[in-house]
């Protein structure tokens, strides 16, 4: 399973957010780079790049922060935020980015979405499906919608999907267990799925619980920011 640590990014700096509210905004490092090379340091491999300010105002906003953590770590980035253009697509992954996640787009112009799947491939591509009560939210989660997790997911598994990061807004940032009945329900849902775990994951345990389901990653924030786990104790899961 990935275990892949999170940085978001406002103005530069790394934070984290509460179910996904700006005003609940927490500073934890003025610089990203820093962070990014402690976990790579720490003998993990995956980083989860998210730029806050991206998904608010609709394009990508952080480039400055996304080229340093590339060029500077070896860390496997995915990154998502703000996400809107080919040309964005096209330059993230000429900057070193894996993998990007697109959410918002891929509700509001899934033609689109859908041929940036066939130019790139699966592989290149996460679903970001960010739930909450089941149904799907976007613009940075301001925005709920009236779309089942499952319909969503089902639409782009026809097209070719393989990767969907799942977000519950409920649980992120609460340090309160992720929702694993939800995880559980759509792996069951769909054969074939490599399905990333994230929010609400609080300990160790939560992690080896979500690794025991069959989930491809988890994405673990404010519990590594908050001392809940120390990233050292997850380079051996």
Not at 60 to 69: A, G, H, L, R, Y
Not at 206 to 227: H, R, S, T
């Amino acid at each position: 399973m990935r275990i892949i640590p999170a940085i978001d990014i406002i103005d530069g700096k790394c934070v984290r957010l509460t179910q996904g509210d700006y005003a609940q905004k927490k500073i934890y490092n003025e610089n990203p780079l820093e962070v990014a090379r402690s976990f790579e340091d720490a003998g993990l491999k995956y980083l989860h790049l998210v730029d806050l300010d991206g998904a608010k105002a609709g394009k990508v906003i952080n480039w400055k922060v996304i080229e340093t953590i590339t060029s500077k770590t070896g860390l496997t980035v995915d990154f998502g935020g703000g996400i809107k253009t080919e040309n964005e697509l096209e330059k993230l992954f000429s900057s070193g980015v894996h993998q990007v996640n697109l959410g918002s787009i891929a509700v509001k112009d899934a033609p689109l979405v859908k041929s940036w799947i066939e130019k790139f491939g699966p592989a290149k591509i996460i679903l970001s499906a960010d739930v909450k009560n089941e149904n799907i939210a976007i613009n940075g989660w301001i925005d709920n919608l009236n779309l089942p997790v499952s319909e969503f997911i089902h639409d782009y598994q026809m097209k070719g999907i393989e990767y969907v990061t799942c977000t519950d807004i409920s649980t992120d940032g609460m340090l309160t267990g992720p929702n694993l009945n939800l995880y559980k329900k759509l792996l069951k849902q769909f054969n074939g799925l490599k399905l990333i775990a994230s929010g609400g994951v609080s300990s160790i345990h939560d992690v080896i619980e979500l690794k025991k389901a069959n989930l491809e990653g988890v994405i673990i924030g404010k519990a590594i920011y908050e001392g809940r786990i120390p990233v050292e104790a997850l380079r051996d899961i």
